[in-house]
Protein backbone atom coordinates (compact mmCIF):
# COMPACT_ATOMS: atom_id res chain seq x y z
CA UNK A 1 0.00 0.00 0.00
CA UNK A 2 0.88 3.65 -0.54
CA UNK A 3 1.27 6.41 1.47
CA UNK A 4 2.61 9.92 2.02
CA UNK A 5 3.03 12.07 4.38
CA UNK A 6 3.25 15.96 4.37
CA UNK A 7 4.01 16.81 7.72
CA UNK A 8 3.79 20.58 7.06
CA UNK A 9 0.20 21.81 7.82
CA UNK A 10 0.76 25.37 7.10
CA UNK A 11 3.79 27.73 6.21
CA UNK A 12 3.60 31.30 6.19
CA UNK A 13 6.85 33.20 5.20
CA UNK A 14 7.29 36.86 3.50
CA UNK A 15 7.62 37.73 0.19
CA UNK A 16 10.64 37.25 -1.54
CA UNK A 17 11.61 34.16 1.23
CA UNK A 18 12.52 31.05 -0.29
CA UNK A 19 10.31 27.95 1.11
CA UNK A 20 10.70 24.58 1.10
CA UNK A 21 7.74 21.60 1.44
CA UNK A 22 8.31 18.39 2.45
CA UNK A 23 6.94 15.43 1.31
CA UNK A 24 7.72 11.73 1.93
CA UNK A 25 5.86 8.75 0.43
CA UNK A 26 5.91 4.88 1.36
CA UNK A 27 5.71 2.46 -1.67
CA UNK A 28 6.64 -1.12 -1.81
CA UNK A 29 6.33 -0.79 -5.68
CA UNK A 30 9.22 -0.50 -7.35
CA UNK A 31 7.75 1.64 -10.37
CA UNK A 32 6.17 4.13 -9.60
CA UNK A 33 5.11 8.26 -10.36
CA UNK A 34 5.47 10.94 -7.51
CA UNK A 35 3.31 14.41 -8.57
CA UNK A 36 2.80 17.66 -7.08
CA UNK A 37 -0.04 19.91 -7.38
CA UNK A 38 -1.11 22.93 -6.32
CA UNK A 39 -4.99 24.19 -5.30
CA UNK A 40 -5.03 28.22 -4.98
CA UNK A 41 -8.28 29.60 -3.55
CA UNK A 42 -10.00 29.73 -6.31
CA UNK A 43 -10.15 25.78 -5.82
CA UNK A 44 -8.68 24.40 -8.93
CA UNK A 45 -5.68 22.10 -8.70
CA UNK A 46 -2.69 23.34 -11.12
CA UNK A 47 -0.46 20.15 -12.05
CA UNK A 48 3.02 21.67 -10.97
CA UNK A 49 5.20 18.65 -11.67
CA UNK A 50 5.38 14.43 -12.47
CA UNK A 51 8.50 12.48 -11.39
CA UNK A 52 8.90 8.96 -12.10
CA UNK A 53 11.08 6.66 -9.79
CA UNK A 54 14.18 6.31 -12.13
CA UNK A 55 15.05 9.41 -12.62
CA UNK A 56 16.46 11.19 -9.23
CA UNK A 57 18.08 13.73 -11.34
CA UNK A 58 16.34 17.12 -9.40
CA UNK A 59 14.72 19.73 -11.66
CA UNK A 60 14.83 23.76 -11.79
CA UNK A 61 12.05 25.17 -13.50
CA UNK A 62 12.10 28.94 -13.14
CA UNK A 63 11.31 29.97 -9.43
CA UNK A 64 10.42 26.25 -8.79
CA UNK A 65 12.29 23.25 -7.72
CA UNK A 66 12.28 19.99 -7.07
CA UNK A 67 14.38 17.25 -5.06
CA UNK A 68 13.77 13.41 -5.25
CA UNK A 69 15.81 11.51 -2.88
CA UNK A 70 14.56 7.70 -3.65
CA UNK A 71 17.10 6.61 -0.71
CA UNK A 72 15.17 8.72 1.92
CA UNK A 73 11.70 8.31 -0.14
CA UNK A 74 11.58 12.46 0.01
CA UNK A 75 10.32 14.58 -2.85
CA UNK A 76 10.74 17.91 -1.56
CA UNK A 77 9.34 21.10 -3.62
CA UNK A 78 11.32 24.82 -3.24
CA UNK A 79 9.94 27.78 -4.11
CA UNK A 80 12.61 30.70 -4.33
CA UNK A 81 11.88 34.58 -3.65
CA UNK A 82 8.37 33.49 -2.99
CA UNK A 83 5.45 35.66 -4.34
CA UNK A 84 2.13 36.60 -3.00
CA UNK A 85 0.56 34.79 -6.26
CA UNK A 86 2.47 31.28 -4.60
CA UNK A 87 -0.07 31.43 -1.56
CA UNK A 88 -1.73 27.84 -2.15
CA UNK A 89 -2.12 24.39 -0.57
CA UNK A 90 0.22 22.36 -2.41
CA UNK A 91 -0.29 18.21 -2.88
CA UNK A 92 2.23 15.61 -3.14
CA UNK A 93 0.71 12.61 -4.96
CA UNK A 94 2.62 9.19 -5.50
CA UNK A 95 1.00 6.82 -7.82
CA UNK A 96 1.72 3.59 -9.43
CA UNK A 97 0.23 0.87 -11.44
CA UNK A 98 -0.29 -1.66 -8.85
CA UNK A 99 -2.17 0.99 -6.80
CA UNK A 100 -3.67 4.32 -7.26
CA UNK A 101 -3.02 8.02 -6.72
CA UNK A 102 -3.21 9.26 -2.99
CA UNK A 103 -2.63 12.47 -2.29
CA UNK A 104 -1.23 13.92 0.78
CA UNK A 105 -3.16 16.01 3.18
CA UNK A 106 -1.25 19.37 1.92
CA UNK A 107 0.77 21.99 2.91
CA UNK A 108 -1.26 25.37 3.12
CA UNK A 109 1.24 28.09 1.95
CA UNK A 110 0.79 31.54 2.60
CA UNK A 111 2.99 34.60 1.45
CA UNK A 112 2.56 37.74 3.08
CA UNK A 113 3.46 40.76 1.36
CA UNK B 1 -8.38 25.34 -25.73
CA UNK B 2 -11.46 25.18 -23.14
CA UNK B 3 -10.41 23.77 -19.89
CA UNK B 4 -12.20 21.25 -18.23
CA UNK B 5 -15.69 22.11 -17.23
CA UNK B 6 -18.00 20.76 -14.76
CA UNK B 7 -22.02 21.32 -14.15
CA UNK B 8 -23.42 22.31 -11.76
CA UNK B 9 -20.98 23.88 -10.17
CA UNK B 10 -23.19 23.82 -6.52
CA UNK B 11 -26.04 21.62 -5.60
CA UNK B 12 -27.86 21.37 -2.46
CA UNK B 13 -29.63 17.41 -1.83
CA UNK B 14 -31.48 15.92 1.18
CA UNK B 15 -30.32 13.12 2.38
CA UNK B 16 -31.63 9.91 0.33
CA UNK B 17 -31.74 11.39 -2.80
CA UNK B 18 -29.28 10.67 -5.96
CA UNK B 19 -27.36 13.10 -7.81
CA UNK B 20 -25.76 13.18 -10.51
CA UNK B 21 -22.74 15.67 -11.83
CA UNK B 22 -21.78 16.19 -15.47
CA UNK B 23 -17.97 17.08 -16.42
CA UNK B 24 -16.85 17.99 -19.47
CA UNK B 25 -12.91 17.20 -20.58
CA UNK B 26 -10.21 19.35 -22.15
CA UNK B 27 -11.37 18.74 -26.36
CA UNK B 28 -8.80 15.86 -27.02
CA UNK B 29 -8.48 14.26 -23.40
CA UNK B 30 -10.00 10.90 -23.14
CA UNK B 31 -9.62 10.16 -19.74
CA UNK B 32 -11.35 11.46 -17.17
CA UNK B 33 -10.80 11.06 -13.59
CA UNK B 34 -12.82 12.11 -10.73
CA UNK B 35 -11.87 13.08 -6.79
CA UNK B 36 -13.70 13.42 -3.85
CA UNK B 37 -11.92 16.35 -1.57
CA UNK B 38 -13.50 16.81 2.30
CA UNK B 39 -12.11 18.99 5.08
CA UNK B 40 -11.60 15.41 6.43
CA UNK B 41 -10.59 13.08 4.20
CA UNK B 42 -8.97 15.45 1.90
CA UNK B 43 -8.39 14.44 -1.80
CA UNK B 44 -9.18 11.40 -2.38
CA UNK B 45 -9.04 9.25 -5.75
CA UNK B 46 -12.96 7.76 -7.03
CA UNK B 47 -12.45 6.58 -10.30
CA UNK B 48 -10.71 7.01 -14.06
CA UNK B 49 -12.85 6.38 -17.20
CA UNK B 50 -10.66 6.08 -20.92
CA UNK B 51 -12.11 5.35 -23.71
CA UNK B 52 -15.69 4.43 -22.24
CA UNK B 53 -14.18 2.00 -19.91
CA UNK B 54 -13.10 2.18 -15.86
CA UNK B 55 -9.77 1.85 -15.52
CA UNK B 56 -8.99 2.58 -12.07
CA UNK B 57 -11.57 2.55 -9.15
CA UNK B 58 -10.79 4.10 -5.76
CA UNK B 59 -12.33 2.77 -2.11
CA UNK B 60 -15.74 4.08 -2.11
CA UNK B 61 -18.82 2.16 -1.82
CA UNK B 62 -21.08 1.33 -4.78
CA UNK B 63 -23.22 4.56 -3.92
CA UNK B 64 -20.80 5.94 -6.38
CA UNK B 65 -20.80 5.11 -9.75
CA UNK B 66 -19.57 6.69 -13.04
CA UNK B 67 -19.44 6.78 -16.84
CA UNK B 68 -18.06 7.97 -19.95
CA UNK B 69 -19.53 8.60 -23.22
CA UNK B 70 -18.02 8.41 -26.95
CA UNK B 71 -17.24 11.95 -26.96
CA UNK B 72 -15.15 11.85 -23.26
CA UNK B 73 -17.86 13.42 -21.32
CA UNK B 74 -18.41 12.15 -18.45
CA UNK B 75 -20.91 11.98 -15.50
CA UNK B 76 -20.81 10.47 -11.55
CA UNK B 77 -23.93 9.36 -9.82
CA UNK B 78 -24.44 9.00 -6.08
CA UNK B 79 -27.34 7.27 -4.96
CA UNK B 80 -29.11 7.18 -1.39
CA UNK B 81 -27.41 10.36 -0.39
CA UNK B 82 -25.40 10.84 3.04
CA UNK B 83 -24.36 13.27 5.11
CA UNK B 84 -21.00 12.62 4.56
CA UNK B 85 -21.28 12.65 0.94
CA UNK B 86 -21.28 17.00 1.48
CA UNK B 87 -17.86 18.02 -0.24
CA UNK B 88 -16.08 19.41 -3.36
CA UNK B 89 -16.06 16.73 -6.31
CA UNK B 90 -13.30 17.81 -8.87
CA UNK B 91 -13.08 15.68 -12.27
CA UNK B 92 -9.89 16.02 -14.37
CA UNK B 93 -8.80 14.73 -17.89
CA UNK B 94 -5.74 14.03 -19.29
CA UNK B 95 -4.90 12.58 -22.65
CA UNK B 96 -3.63 9.30 -21.46
CA UNK B 97 -4.88 7.08 -19.12
CA UNK B 98 -3.43 6.95 -15.77
CA UNK B 99 -1.05 9.72 -16.62
CA UNK B 100 -2.67 12.14 -13.98
CA UNK B 101 -0.63 14.92 -15.67
CA UNK B 102 -4.33 16.00 -15.63
CA UNK B 103 -6.21 18.96 -16.10
CA UNK B 104 -8.76 20.13 -13.53
CA UNK B 105 -12.11 21.16 -13.58
CA UNK B 106 -13.44 24.01 -10.95
CA UNK B 107 -15.19 21.24 -9.61
CA UNK B 108 -19.14 20.84 -8.28
CA UNK B 109 -20.06 21.67 -4.39
CA UNK B 110 -22.35 18.89 -3.22
CA UNK B 111 -23.97 19.79 0.32
CA UNK B 112 -26.33 17.32 1.89
CA UNK B 113 -28.88 17.83 4.10
Known amino acids: AQKVTQAQTEISVVEKEDVTLDCVYE???????LFWYKQPPSGELVFLIRRNSFDEQNEISGRYSWNFQKSTSSFNFTITASQVVDSAVYFC??????????FGSGTRLSIRP | KAGVTQTPRYLIKTRGQQVTLSCSPISGHRSVSWYQQTPGQGLQFLFEYFSETQRNKGNFPGRFSGRQFSNSRSEMNVSTLELGDSALYLCASSFRDRSYEQYFGPGTRLTVT
Open chain 1, 93 to 102: APYSSASKII
Open chain 1, 27 to 33: TRDTTYY
